[in-house]
């Protein structure tokens, strides 16, 4: 007989090692399962903030995804070419509700808050 596995778990972003600075304002964040959205609507679900400043989805970054993995990339102001530091310490978490991050049985991503993050501008 076969059994149909239903998968009830959300996935998360790993505890140990959960991100991955990539150089040129790019970083990889990690999860415990494969993850998925719709194009341009998951960046909408990572809150960034540099300080004070919230960067908005869109203008200030953009991300994409592959199996378990977010790569997020700065632009706007936060290009590597438009960035005065040699590197970026930003805050990540997740929006109150994750509504477009899931995984493949449509899970939606748990939540996460201020993880704090270093993103370098050098090419690596």
Not at 56 to 82: Q, R
Not at 90 to 110: C, F, P, Q, R, W
């Amino acid at each position: 007989g076969t059994t149909n596995f239903i998968d009830k778990y959300a996935p998360s972003l790993l505890k140990e090692n959960f991100f991955e600075d990539l150089g040129e304002c790019t970083f990889r964040l990690k999860f415990d399962e494969n993850v998925k959205f719709v194009s341009g609507l998951g960046a909408t679900d990572i809150v960034i903030k540099d300080g004070g400043k919230t960067l908005e989805a869109g203008i200030d970054y953009d991300a994409t995804v592959s199996g378990k993995e977010i790569t997020v990339t700065l632009k706007g102001d936060y290009a590597k070419d438009k960035v005065k530091k040699d590197s970026l310490k930003l805050k990540v978490s997740t929006k109150e509700s994750v509504k477009y991050i899931t995984d493949d049985a449509g899970n939606a991503l748990n939540k996460f808050e201020n993880k704090e993050i270093t993103v370098t501008k050098a090419t690596k």
